[in-house]
């Protein structure tokens, strides 16, 4: 009797875990076209806010994102920086995070002309740039505050560039099927 009682014990544990196994693994798995986090999207969000972002609350506390490869073999995305939606291309080689002035100034960061005091290279060559803290970067699910930004002119940059200070906060990114995934 106890042997049954205790068999019928560990086969409820087991599949009453078996959700929270199965949202970790749909992190990792291809999806079909755009970004995609590893959740479904909240079913009701009223129509005068921003799309809502999916929420992905782990029993593991693992945050994921999927980022399919442009035709071009890049990786963009809509980041919501600072509370806006900025298009952005995740490029490894580069040290910070790069926005140009206009973007700069449509995330709410007020910069004057004595905070471009950075002399740095970019592919166009030689720039000045100002060093700012953006509060919150978030992609999908995946969520990190304070990452360091170069601003640039607008003649010097024309994207928005997700670089390493970025990056370099996540637990880990890859790629895997064309997709780029990111996890934190």
């Known amino acids: 009797m106890f042997k049954n009682l205790f068999l019928m014990s560990c086969a409820v544990l087991a599949v009453s875990g078996l959700p929270y196994y199965a949202q970790d693994l749909r992190a990792f798995l291809p999806q079909n076209a755009g970004l995609e986090a590893a959740t479904a999207t909240p079913v009701a969000a009223p129509a005068r806010e921003a799309p809502a972002k999916p929420l992905a609350h782990y029993a593991t506390g693992v945050r994921a994102a999927s980022i399919p490869m442009n035709k071009d073999g890049h990786f963009s995305a809509d980041f919501h920086i600072n509370g806006r939606y900025v ?3 995740i490029d490894t080689g580069a040290t910070y995070v790069a926005l140009n002035r206009t973007t700069a100034r449509n995330l709410g960061l007020g910069l004057a002309n004595s ?9 166009n060559g030689l ?7 953006i509060d919150r970067i978030e992609v ?3 969520s990190v505050d304070n990452v360091q930004a170069f601003v640039l002119a607008d003649s010097a940059l024309s ?3 997700i670089g390493m200070s970025f990056m370099s906060k996540l637990q880990t990114y890859r790629v895997s099927n064309n997709r780029l995934e990111l996890v934190n």
């Open 87 to 89: 298009r952005g291309m």
């Open 115 to 123: 905070d471009f005091k950075h002399q740095v290279r970019t592919a």
């Open 127 to 133: 720039t000045e740039a100002a060093l700012v803290t």
């Open 140 to 142: 999908g699910s995946v």
């Open 159 to 161: 994207s928005t560039l």
